[in-house]
């Protein structure tokens, strides 16, 4: 098991930005896919990025593409989420999942994810 503490997240105008990062401890943090996950009150959780264990291969949803980047620091046993760009839309809850690399494949999945930390608020203003 992996244990997640996500921090970064506040208030901001549209148009701003924002770093969240996401702090891992227990197992070895280079065993884990990591991925960003948000939720918006009254809907689903839904993917946002992810990058594979050695940070080689990322992933995005479509609708944060060209704004938002994903990067880990093994050193560190942290992952990053640089959001640039920022809309009123992105607001909610941020929340950093570990999926233990049994193979290559780099998930979208919420259930490929058995690890989660507790959130970040993120609010952007209109």
């Known amino acids: 098991q992996v244990q997640l503490v996500e921090s970064g997240g506040g208030l901001v105008q549209a148009g701003g930005s924002l770093r969240l990062s996401c702090a891992a401890a227990g197992r070895r943090f280079s065993d884990y896919h990591m991925g960003w996950f948000r939720q918006a009150p009254g809907k689903e959780r839904e993917f946002v990025a992810a990058?594979?264990?050695?940070?080689?291969?990322?992933s995005y949803a479509d609708s944060v593409k060209e704004r938002f980047t994903i990067s880990r620091d093994n050193a560190k046993n942290t992952v990053y989420l640089q959001m640039n760009s920022l809309k009123p839309e992105d607001t909610g809850v941020y929340y950093c999942a570990a999926d233990f690399a049994r193979s290559a494949y780099l998930s979208e999945r919420i259930h490929s994810y058995d690890n989660w930390g507790q959130g970040t608020q993120v609010t952007v203003s209109s």
């Open positions: 990058i594979n264990w050695s940070g080689g291969s990322t």
